[in-house]
């Protein structure tokens, strides 16, 4: 995470005010069910509420304490009871530390993931959006770089569609995952703080109660959060491959947005340079990085050791950060995307036909042709054209073995794109809805 | 995947024979979809099913024919055809080889979960039996690998219990990710097979059709699936890395299973290694490793590009056919663990009490007592204890600042294991259901 | 590992057959060694060799053992006392398991090492054939994909020359590395078997003994090896890339040889696929993916666990054999590749000679232009090449605040290639020596 | 990278001050070796390295620029011809951004790779320390977690040192892959900058000329800069691993240092926890992190792509800040470990000396007994021991089979610590030298 790729919306959720303010919302949270319990006199609870709603907590002030009692938590409380008065004594009752830290984790890594679905739900539209808008754009279809068959760009960004679809889902799947509340003491065993108070602050927070926590909320759920942010980054990878692919100078099918000042873009026109998307498929390497220590973390020693806690402390901000704004990245690219349909058809046409050679192949059978003689048939018209001769259809049309069997008006309908495009409606409808 | 490390049940998945069954699985289903909608003669349906239900793919033949047409599918289409007879111009009409491809590994995986899912109930039946054999066996629970409060090992087993549910549930999600059809040919566009007949063949395989599949079905999925398996490994790590701190020589509170004869057992009669459970660890490392491969599948070029190819038809088999067998070794650890109750009592006790010292502290401050004083007093006690000059309670009933405050059998009660275990039928309960 | 990538040569150095061949060849060396120094009399270890020597090792016979005695050096012994007779008692005295496994495997990843090397120096040999052979071949160089300044086929190919002289001197490392011999004992203190024995037989393998084995040769070595690996498969990557782009059909500057009856290739004879180069992207993915769990294997507990033994039975043949293959595969690609001039001078015209922008821009300023007026002047007759107007030379010429300052001859010199390739002697000089 | 895993000496080398004037040495020596050229004229290379070495470069006011020309090393030239005056024409003649960037980039590797070596050279002395001062300190060898033979605190730490002088010259080579300078223009063919510019910069920057850069430097030098620092890593975790092993309540043979006032000490003296350790044990696991991306960036697009760049601009920092950091805080927890001796004899003694039960059974056979039946002598004797009847040497003293072979002394004399300890100067003198 650094500033050139950070969004302040994600890196607040990082700030120590809010981890202080969080920290703060469980205290009270645990106050108030522990007086609706009688473990605390009511007042007190309120008195807590109050004043730590009104209070701003000092963090220089905070990290002064710390570095005396070496302990964040006990700093952190050392302070509250600063600003709450007599009545901290009732703040933290038979809880630990880790129940403050990793449910305040569970909030955050919430909130990441809010920002996250939103980030989505932007680029969803986005490319929906585009979609439809394209959706009868003809472009070559191409597997392993080399040209296939006719698609619609449409068809194209459809695909994206669903696939951030499913990058949604896992999103949300991830945050249901991770937003569990722990407040079971130092092995999980409620010892001195009975599971009816976890279960009513899990409510008051918005999460759910870990049924089996061990000081620490099992890492399981973390590493299946961070292993969802990788798979979403590797979708986005896929996005800029794309991109990056049209952009090429020979395909030149569509350009990332240029702004009109931007330096060097006149006198060398050419040279507009796909970086966002480049720079998109470094983010994706960094968030998938985070998964395998994510999942290292899993295997704890025992009740917990301590060694995922500088994992998380790097990965929590690191790995949304960068995933929130390569999301917003990615979205303002979709958005903006200067799109040539000039320079997709002339690609289509690029072979002078040969990308229906398949279809003059089945026809060919198909009119009871047998497939040997159709393949040498189409392949001695097929190798004039890639000899830059001419066309295919031209050859095809001129050579009577195909004549005879196709007449001329058949065997230009073969290279219809409607063809290829009777289906997109249903392939929108599958994407989109009906 | 080596022998070593496998189960039969899920390397036969990936055996030629499978796939070349699967294979036959779609062209058949393929052919009565057309004959349902009238592609294909009903007649001609019935034929392609019932011989190639009847035939015996020959793996040697097809893998000769391969040799010289260097296409896999054209290989097997070719012996279908001999296979079949003159019926078989109505396989594969319209179809392309990816269709076959992807939608016979979404079957595999779908398989290769099933059996996963399996693996995991028979782990979650021998976490729970054990689990309830020692609910209330008490043991000191550690953080950091130090004594911290006790915890029983019936609690430790609910904990790993409700880590594999959540492992099930990830394979389950995992399995739904994958389980998709592709029949839309070349690049997607359901140029010369419909919509509707995917629809029918996902139908006939258990499938769902893929909104949007371009030539391939999206990596995406495939990355979500090896995800959840690299999890899951990470889980079985923590079990593994559990017993094998369990086996220490100076802790021993339980030992993997040793036959009678095993070798060596008997002249070092404590040399018996947690080698399954350190093979565990191992196999989980192998497992995750998968998981980055198939994130970097995601990207695939266009419309497809063959990259992820090699990479699945390694980790296909590697990732499934390991964890399968690491989840059934880590039951049958589970299963026939040795447990040590005396051991773990003696451990609880090793410390004369000082696993205590928190309650002590907490009831001297409710008896009236300042934080600071209990601190004090609770640290003297502690001091002489730690020396080894003898037992924590000893000492406290002692100690007249104590004993002032808290009478005899109060103290005693504060060292009552029962206090630690009061909520333990509620964490079953959350576990395993009221 | 799967036979589909992989070749005899490698494969055979992970057989039973040559395992059980070193497992003797440590053996006998160590008796040996114990002759030379009195500790076994010499006839027997002279019989040790020579019996040994004309054994063929049953695996079947010692799989059997194993099933047995559940330990594969034992079983091995036990066989080998079967071949050798009475002077078996004077095979493995003092050793433990580990000095022959760990051994072992040093010696197989030397063989590996040795392979691997041999395999750079084929791909070295066809790289630097192909730079000489296309040192002068003008293409454009891209970044970013987009046209910037012609080079030469033969720099491209220098480049990755130089690169892979650093693979094969990564792998030189990696090989000097894992190139120790432990016979060190229990744990490592040579309680029953001296140091010197250690060094006679390090000698007599041809590997240095390990200056602290703790009963395991150290895993940081290992993950030294394959890292090494992970990073020359990384380059492979890029040379795959490079090819894969090269192929593209909007670009088709060159294409993986495609023998004439290889099918399909003529009826649609632009569908030549870049198979093999997308094959070793999936394959440069899995050998990078092995480099993970060989870290994780360096923290063994204490004086060893085995922990890493499941991995490397994994990953030794699978990132060796999958990077022998890889290599070898790309030697070929390299070698045969087919190389277009012509389309590499059409693409270099492509742009109308706009890629010599910045040359004309610098040679106004040269000639007195403020750098301001260059960029307008520059800029305007850009502007009408990239809207399809003609050639950027032919607009130069006839812009009179250019010819003012730049005589038409002087300005056709600008767009010769040959500025460009003044240095390429030099580059080659660096790459292949002078 | 976070404040709290950070030290100021390796921060610097990553602020903006540090780059800018990094930038600011390669412009100067480029002007510097263009004058000694005769391509700028000496005093205004003069000019350029005076006015710069007293110039400030402003931060703000060089991000002010980059905010409007949107690059930012036009920015800092912008900036530098500020300070420099109208000699500024001079800057970066011919050069691009690349090799500004590139070269700069190498420069702070090199500068961050001595800072690793000088902070491993410290762990180095720190562990030799240790390890002489307890050469002869007697503990229990462990494999699998299980007491196996004697061995002494010195030789592990030994064997720690070892593997540091290793990752030391993992180190040294990972420096000396990444120590080169790129001149070379816009595709690395030296059109407008000569080679011998680009050898002079090197030899005043102390690096090596890049032998063929293509815009960049070749990334596969970084991927293998990374993983040399994730190796280290990992070498990190194992000595982090074996503290915390030993930390452990039930062995406690050494422990990290407490400070006498740090919270929480006292009341709980069993409670300290080896957080350091643990905390290095995560920060590990980062460092290791950031190896597959640096793998995954070695495959830029032709002559370059700027995927690398984000994340370069992240783990570049990151990586050498947290090993940094982490080797650091090895050297202090090595430096001031407590060990505690007499606990490692408790424990050596702990099973009643049945770890010399190998000995034993040696001494048996060559007694002349056979194998079985001294295995059954054993056994016998070792089972009465391990179910806590008493020691292993009473028993066999009183055991007719064994005293009628082994003379009492002799017996006793199997039980001798120094049999296990005879080699121990040698492997010092490997590790240490003579």
Not at 61 to 76: G, L, N
Not at 197 to 220: F, H, M, Y
Not at 236 to 263: C, D, M, N
Not at 319 to 336: E, G, H, M
């Amino acid at each position: 995470m650094i500033p050139r790729y950070s969004r302040p919306e994600m890196v607040s959720i990082w700030a120590p005010e809010t981890r202080f303010r969080l920290w703060f919302e469980i205290e009270a949270a645990a106050a108030e069910a522990m007086a609706e319990t009688g473990l605390v006199p009511p007042e007190a609870a309120r008195t807590i509420r109050e004043k730590g709603d009104a209070a701003v907590f000092d963090v220089a002030r905070i990290e002064e304490i710390e570095r005396e009692v070496k302990h964040d938590v006990i700093a952190f409380l050392t302070h509250l009871a600063e600003c709450i008065g007599p009545e901290a004594r009732y703040v933290h009752l038979g809880m630990t530390s880790s129940d403050v830290l990793d449910t305040s984790l569970a909030l955050q890594l919430t909130k990441a993931s809010d920002l996250l679905i939103a980030d989505v739900d932007g680029l969803l539209a986005a490319l929906k959006r585009r979609a439809f808008e394209h959706k009868l754009t003809p472009t070559i279809g191409r597997s392993h770089g080399i040209h296939a068959e006719p698609t619609t760009f449409g068809v194209k960004l459809a695909g994206f569609h669903a696939e951030f679809q499913r990058a949604r889902a896992r999103l949300v799947a991830a945050r249901e995952e991770i937003a569990t509340c722990a407040l079971s003491g130092a092995v999980g065993t409620f010892a001195n703080v009975a599971p009816d108070i976890e279960e009513r602050v899990a409510a008051r927070l918005g999460l759910k109660p870990e049924p089996v926590s061990t000081q620490v909320i099992p890492r399981d759920r973390h590493a299946a959060f961070f292993a969802a942010l990788g798979i979403v980054a590797s979708s986005l990878e896929r996005l800029a491959t794309e991109i990056r692919h049209l952009q090429r100078t020979e395909v030149l099918e569509a350009e990332e947005y240029f702004s009109p000042g931007q330096k060097g873009s006149s006198a060398m026109p050419h040279k507009r340079n796909p970086v966002l998307s480049e720079n998109l498929t470094g983010l994706a390497r960094m968030v998938r990085a985070y998964v395998t220590p994510a999942l290292e973390n899993v295997a704890l020693w025992h009740e917990r050791d301590i060694s995922h806690s500088s994992v998380e402390r790097m990965i929590g901000p690191d790995a949304t950060v960068t995933l929130d704004f390569a999301l917003v990245r990615a979205t303002s690219i979709v958005d903006r995307l200067v799109v040539y349909p000039d320079r997709m058809q002339r690609n289509l046409d690029l072979l002078g036909g040969l990308v229906h050679s398949q279809r003059v192949l089945l026809a060919l059978t198909q009119a009871g042709m047998s497939r040997e003689d159709a393949y040498r048939v189409v392949q001695r018209n097929a190798m004039k054209v890639w000899a830059g001769e001419g066309r295919f259809l031209d050859f095809l049309k001129n050579d009577p073995e195909v004549i005879r069997l196709i007449p001329e008006s058949e065997l230009e309908a073969l290279f219809d794109l409607d063809y290829h495009f009777k289906h997109v409606d249903t392939i929108f409808a599958r994407v989109f809805g009906a």
